[in-house]
């Protein structure tokens, strides 16, 4: 259960999954998991919502996706993504120094820089979705979506 709920985040943030990545977010992913349900209590129906990149999602779901994320260190103390760990991540699929890679690096970027300032739920579930949606747009990355 948790490697699947940890997969349903990662791709709202790079379109893949956690769990076919050799990455450094694997470890602790049980307490992180157990830490942020009890932090936000989250349905697995609401963590289902996580997987639509158009549907309106729960307070509790947007909330649960933002602790997770920040827990992983995935989005910053700002509530920017951490354009470092995230590519970090993504290596590994995306391949070291590949342009897929450097694509997405600017696509974080833009959408970080495009992000209200607001730490909140809301605004890193929309700030996800910037980065989805400039994925398909991104030839070198639309493959990976």
Do not use: H, W
């Not at 470092?84 to 991540?89: D, G, N, Q, R, T």
């Not at 495009?114 to 979705?129: F, P």
């Amino acid at each position: 259960m948790a490697n699947k709920i940890i997969s349903l985040i990662a791709l709202l943030l790079i379109a893949n999954s956690f769990q076919s990545m050799a990455s450094p977010f694997r470890y602790g992913s049980e307490e992180v998991l157990d830490l942020c349900r009890k932090e936000v209590p989250v349905t697995n129906a609401e963590l289902e919502e996580l997987t639509f990149i158009d549907v309106n999602l729960s307070e509790n779901a947007k909330c649960f996706m933002s602790c997770v994320m920040k827990k992983f260190k995935l989005i910053d103390e700002s509530g920017a993504i951490n354009v470092e760990a995230a590519l970090s991540a993504s290596e590994s699929i995306l391949g070291k120094g590949s342009e897929a890679l450097e694509a997405l690096g600017g696509i974080i970027s833009t959408c970080n820089a495009n992000r209200s300032g607001d730490n909140t739920c809301d605004e890193i579930v929309e700030l996800v979705r910037c980065v989805q949606f400039s994925m398909l747009t991104d030839e070198s990355l639309r493959a990976f979506m």
